[in-house]
């Protein structure tokens, strides 16, 4: 029996956490609109490299949906960054000849209304939606049929990462933990072409594919390439990015 893959449990992995996070930087916002909040896996640029993965997908019409109006979740929003920046950089390289929706979630209350303050200030031009969710919880008003299968590209970077941060067992998941129950809930949003492209810095190209293969239908599609090292040995890289699909 292979090992099981566990992080070590941490503050990080906690509502409460996350809340007193942003409530500082939805507060430093308020002091200062220039300061919209961390970028994270700044230092190894995973943001441009998920954004010019996109980009480079749509231009060469490489996803295999085609289609015009293309829906994005991102999954984990905190202060809507990725969104804001994807946005921006898709309209310089479509210049408004194609349309793209953009919903953002969070567990956290104080992130989303810290990313709407941000839209509302610096993006009022684009209909950017944030909401409340809790990805793990079976009754989150968001699994609905105005959600369930209606997304074209999904989006994750670093809300695994955080969700594996806490190793408490969910009741109505029989028990099992966060890190278990994510792929098969989020799939939940994605029809049979859609794409969920996920960045980690916790876990390994190897055992990020593995979670994904042991507790969904999800498989790996297609992988963001990053500059590599090597230790005692050992060949990798300090973040990964793996675009899957739902397996037909």
């Known amino acids: ?6 992080l070590n449990s941490s503050k990080l992995g906690t509502k409460e956490y996350w809340n007193q996070f942003y409530q500082l930087e939805k507060n430093n916002f308020e002091s200062n609109d220039e300061d919209t909040g961390e970028c994270w896996f700044d230092d190894s640029d995973a943001e441009a490299k998920m954004i010019s993965f996109i980009i ?3 231009t060469d019409q490489e996803f295999p949906f085609q289609k015009s109006d293309i829906s994005f979740l991102d999954l984990g929003t ?3 960054h990725l969104l804001f920046q994807l946005n921006e950089d898709l309209q310089e390289e479509y210049d408004g000849e194609e349309s793209f929706n953009f919903t ?25 939606k944030f909401q409340q969710v ?12 105005a959600h369930i299968g209606k997304y074209d590209i999904l989006l994750d970077k670093g809300t695994l990462d ?6 408490d067992p969910i009741e109505e998941h029989d028990g099992k933990i966060g890190m278990e129950v994510y792929a098969s809930q989020v799939s939940k949003f994605m029809h049979k072409d ?3 492209l996920i960045t980690s810095c916790n876990f390994t190209e190897t055992e990020l594919v593995r979670i994904f293969n042991e507790n969904s239908d999800l498989i790996v599609w297609d992988k963001i390439n990053y500059p590599s090292f090597q230790f005692g040995g050992v060949k990798g890289s300090t973040v990964c990015s793996i675009a899957f699909i739902l397996k037909q």
């Not at 029996?1 to 566990?6: L, N, Q």
């Not at 956290?108 to 610096?122: L, N, R, T």
């Not at 809790?134 to 049929?145: H, T």
């Open 1 to 6: 029996m292979s090992e099981e893959i566990r």
């Open 56 to 58: 480079e997908k749509l």
């Open 78 to 80: 905190g202060n809507g």
């Open 104 to 128: 953002g979630i969070d567990y956290s209350p104080d992130s989303v209304e810290f990313a709407e303050k941000i839209a509302h200030k610096k993006y009022e031009d684009t209909d950017f």
């Open 134 to 145: 809790d990805l793990l919880k079976k009754d989150d008003a968001f699994f609905s049929d």
């Open 162 to 167: 955080a969700i594996a941060l806490n190793q």
């Open 194 to 196: 859609s794409i969920l």
